[in-house]
């Protein structure tokens, strides 16, 4: 699904793919990008610096921007989502349920502010099997 007119290309062939810009492989890397850091840093070390993020961090305007972008982008994936399949809730996986501290409460208040009732009602969680229901659905 693309969100961002002539964007980031993407492996499938498209440009500006929701999975180029609402990935955590993208929050990762852009944060990496923007502070400078290895690409060995870890996702449990990058979590910390959201998590530690205050106005006060050298590096809080360059978090929060990334952040930022990151939930706007995510929040317009899920939106045009929830448009089309008009679900009652949405549940997130995949390694978002590591980060759910620190993201998934803006991203819920991001998808309230829509103007459309239908989308800012919507119930926003985490998988209740984390980044584990792909192994579980595939034993089962």
């Known amino acids: 699904m693309v969100i961002q007119k002539n964007g980031i290309p993407c492996s499938c062939g498209q440009e500006g793919c929701f999975e180029r810009y609402a990935s955590m492989k993208a929050l990762k890397n852009n944060l990496r990008e923007a502070l400078n850091l290895d690409e060995t840093t870890r996702g449990q070390e990058l979590f910390e610096m959201i998590r530690k993020n ?12 990334v952040v930022s972008e990151y939930i706007e982008n995510l929040s317009i994936g899920i939106i045009n989502l929830i448009n089309i399949l008009d679900p009652q809730m949405v549940g997130i996986g995949g390694s978002f349920v590591y980060f759910r501290e620190v993201l998934l409460e803006r991203l819920q208040k991001r998808i309230k502010q829509t103007k459309d009732p239908k989308v800012n009602n919507i119930i926003i969680e985490t998988a209740i099997l984390g980044n584990d229901a792909g192994i579980i659905g595939a034993v089962l």
């Open 54 to 65: 205050t106005p006060e961090n050298k590096n809080y305007e360059i978090i929060e921007k």
